[in-house]
């Protein structure tokens, strides 16, 4: 397992020797120690990456859409690895684990599929003295900074279309999951991927990425992460007028209007919100259910979440594994006391569950009822295993809750009637809607948000975009 950071296509330790231990998140074991890198290595890393630019961007759009076929295969054929690398340090069930490195897979064939399209386009002028020209111009160096419930998708989504775009990267991993980024570049390498063409560096992650913002050469920084941070990196991106995308914080409804099928929508509920033990953006965060199948679907759910097994994640019964860390247990811990506190009844779960040999954060799928917008967990993601169920009375009263947070990434919407899903669909204010499904990701769509969950869109030939900088050609026509 290599360990090290990769930068201008060398195997790195941090330049003073420093180190600091990855655990184990189920049993809280150290299982590895990286380097503890900070601004000098953040520094060499954009000098590989800045290197690396002009051979990069000049390779023909074919030569790069056959890196990033060859990357793509290249997971595929790595699943068990990596699934068991995401496993170990993020705690998912290894399920989960596969199915995000065929995810991930996916933007690199996706944006190979995009690269093959980044050709030049001529523009009709109104003048006939002039003859336009677009190019689309890869931005130059760019950051990732990825976060640790998605170890290999979210960088993948990063990294696919900056190479098919021209640009170079360097990437900085979460610091509870940097193992798969390292795996990740060492199959970069071993596919001949040019020195500097990606570098991963692991460490301080305030001093990693202020000296990317502050260096100049990084011409854009995509985020993946909270609010908060994201709210830094615009500041600090100021200064040198950094382009950025940011993927942040999510507060996703979860509406079932009356005429729903309601064991379809129960599925769809258990499937989206206790994936990865609640811990995606995506997740739903706030049910909202019609008066009259309220009861019914209550009932299916909380069923549904008695049976789930929660566990490490390499048992293979496993579907819920433990929460990333002690904070993230307390803030459920937090939300689920205010809730009661404030009149929501708990119907199953509310607390944490003993796995043998392993860590306290193995919490139960905990729904709760009768909850209302005065509840922390329906002002603030949980990011965890809970869901909290709120009645509706009419379709207007549903979409004026789901709507009364300044968060916009996903929401949820389930009806058997086209034309209300329609409306609804519409009337949320979120950039991704689930209309009858609770799974919502997709490599070839726009995924990002609106509001405080950010901006810029990431998959397909939206995501390749963001790392365009188009530049027209206007030519003279002289008679
Ligand atoms: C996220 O949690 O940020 C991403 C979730 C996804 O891509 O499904």
């Known amino acids: 397992m290599e360990n090290r950071n990769l930068i201008s296509g060398e195997w790195r330790g941090a330049l003073d020797g420093s180190t600091f231990g990855v655990c184990d998140a189920a049993t809280g074991r150290e299982i590895a120690r990286v380097p503890h890198c900070h601004e000098m290595e953040a520094l060499e890393a954009v000098e590989g990456a800045a290197n690396a630019l002009g051979a990069w961007r000049s390779r023909s759009l074919e030569e790069r859409a056959q890196f990033l076929r060859a990357i793509a295969a290249a997971l595929r054929s790595h699943e068990d690895q990596f699934a068991h690398v995401i496993t170990a340090e993020n705690g998912k069930p290894l399920s989960e684990g596969r199915g995000e490195v065929a995810y991930s897979a996916d933007y690199f064939s996706s944006a190979a599929d995009e690269a093959l399209q980044l050709h030049a386009i001529n523009i009709r002028s109104r003048s006939e003295l002039r003859v336009l020209r677009a190019h689309p111009e890869p931005i130059g160096v760019v950051a990732a900074i990825t976060p640790w419930n998605f170890p290999l998708a979210m960088m993948a989504r990063k990294t696919a279309p900056a190479l098919a775009a021209g640009c170079t990267q360097v990437i900085k991993p979460a610091e509870l999951t940097p193992l798969t980024a390292l795996l990740f570049a060492r199959v970069l390498a071993d596919l001949g991927l040019p020195p500097g063409v990606v570098n991963v560096v692991t460490g301080d992650p305030a001093a990693i990425g202020q000296a990317w913002l502050d260096d100049g050469r990084v011409r854009k920084l995509s985020f993946t992460g909270s609010t908060r941070v994201g709210r830094l990196l615009m500041r600090g991106a100021a200064e040198q007028v ?238």
């Open 242 to 479: 950094v382009r950025l995308s940011l993927e942040l914080g999510g507060h996703a409804p979860f509406i079932v209007l009356r005429d729903a099928n309601v064991a379809a929508a129960v599925d769809a509920a258990v499937a989206g919100k206790f994936r990865a033990a609640g811990q995606t953006c995506v997740c739903p965060n706030r049910f909202l259910i019609a008066d009259e199948i309220h009861d019914e679907f209550v009932e299916r759910f909380v069923t549904a979440a008695r049976l789930l097994p929660v566990g490490r994640g390499l048992d293979l019964a496993t579907r819920v594994g433990p929460l990333i860390s002690d904070e993230a247990v307390a803030r459920m811990r937090r939300h689920i006391d205010d809730a009661l506190a404030k009149g929501a009844t708990l119907r199953t779960g509310g607390s944490t569950i003993a796995v043998e040999g392993c860590v306290d954060r193995f919490f139960a799928p905990t729904v709760v009822t009768e909850a209302s917008s005065r509840m922390v967990c329906f002002q603030e993601e949980t990011f965890g295993p809970l869901a909290p169920i709120a009645r509706f009375h009419d379709e207007s009263h549903a979409i004026q809750i789901a709507n009364e947070t300044p968060f916009g990434l996903a929401a949820y919407v389930f009806s058997e009637d086209s034309t209300r899903l329609a409306a609804v669909s519409e009337a949320v204010n979120c950039g991704i809607v689930g209309a009858n499904t609770g799974i919502i990701s997709d490599a070839y769509a726009p995924f990002g948000g609106r509001g405080w969950s950010g901006f810029g869109r990431e998959g397909g030939r939206w995501g390749i975009e963001e790392y365009l900088s188009w530049k027209y050609v206007c030519t003279g026509v002289h008679g």
